[in-house]
């Protein structure tokens, strides 16, 4: 399947007050793809996804979602644009039945198509059995099942996800999981902001890392977690184990020893593990060995820092 450009930032740059959220920056994203949006408190993400849906009108650049301009083109744009806020904004009162209804009484402009549409949703989201029951006796989980569905319902070309599991079981979240990437199968574009590493590392095919505004990296999980470094081994040696450092580096080269723990570059994995511990087989007693690969944490935490943001 040909891509193609879904939603193109052109050196943009958003003041509020006199203080810049979004600092002149640049990138696109294609169709079929999933894109993950990360970055500490107040970097910017929410102010990302309202100017993407034509609530900010940029300070200078351009923002173009399917060759429109989404402030200018509102109506055409949010049309495209399926969006799951934080709150799910369901009202609770209601049937999930009749909040479809409701819905697709705005947006959707066959109606008559809608009734078909609203039952394939409720099937789509596991929720057809539930379909009359009130929302405020719905789980998080089916609750953020619901608003997935609602944010679908009227086929739209992009999905744009804030926090799309917060708050829902592990069960839960995997089935929204599998939604999104059916929805990214389809050929579609998909923005998730999400402060979950591994809900990123599962989704996403490239990062999109915003940090006081502006672009720190753009690219694939993978290459994020290289930057953290290579995968370590980390072996933990019995209590009053003698070490002979010099000894050591002799086999293993350079390596860190803190208190009983020995941690070595593995940047071969399974390969170096069996290596070193060839090496070391009875020199020392060792009570664990962990193989660790850089996860996204790492990654985050690295360019970003470890203070706490407001």
């Not at 107040?42 to 102010?47: I, P, Q, S």
């Not at 034509?54 to 055409?76: C, E, H, I, W």
């Not at 580096?249 to 593995?266: M, N, P, V, W």
Request: net charge neutral; glycine share 8%.
């Amino acid at each position: 399947m040909e891509r193609q450009s879904v939603i193109v930032l052109d050196s943009v740059t958003k003041m509020l007050g006199k203080k810049p959220r979004i600092e002149n920056l640049s990138f696109a994203c294609d169709s079929g793809m999933i894109y993950g949006l990360l970055g500490p408190n107040g970097a910017g993400k929410t102010t990302l996804m309202n100017l993407i849906t034509g609530l900010y009108r940029p300070t200078s650049g351009t923002v173009q979602v399917m060759g429109m301009d989404p402030v200018r083109d509102a109506q055409k744009v949010r049309r495209m644009i399926g969006l799951v806020p934080q709150e799910t904004s369901l009202y609770p009162e209601l049937s999930a039945l009749e909040n479809l209804r409701f819905h697709a009484s705005l947006y959707l402009d066959d109606q008559r198509a809608a009734k078909q549409r609203i039952k394939d949703v409720l099937e789509l989201v596991d929720l057809a059995d539930r379909a009359k029951d009130p929302v405020v006796s719905y789980s998080g989980g089916m609750k953020r099942r619901l608003a997935l569905g609602r944010a679908m319902l009227a086929n739209p070309r992009i999905l744009l996800l804030d926090e799309p599991t917060l708050g829902v079981d592990v069960q839960g979240t995997h089935r929204i999981w599998d939604y999104v990437k059916r929805f990214k199968d389809e050929g579609h574009t998909v923005l998730v902001s999400t402060n979950v590493m591994a809900e990123a590392d599962a989704l996403a095919d490239i990062i999109l890392l915003l940090d006081h505004g502006k672009k720190i990296r753009f690219g694939t999980p993978e290459a994020l977690k290289a930057e953290a470094g290579s995968t370590m081994v980390r072996l933990t040696l019995a209590p009053n184990s003698h070490i002979d450092e010099a000894f050591l580096r002799e086999r293993l080269g350079k390596f860190s020893f803190d208190s009983q723990t020995i941690a070595i570059d593995a940047p071969d994995g399974e390969a170096d593990l069996a290596r070193i511990l060839g090496l070391l087989e009875g020199i020392v007693k060792i009570n664990s060995v962990e193989l660790r690969h850089p996860t996204l944490d790492d990654a985050f935490l690295s360019l970003t820092g470890r203070s706490l943001r407001d």
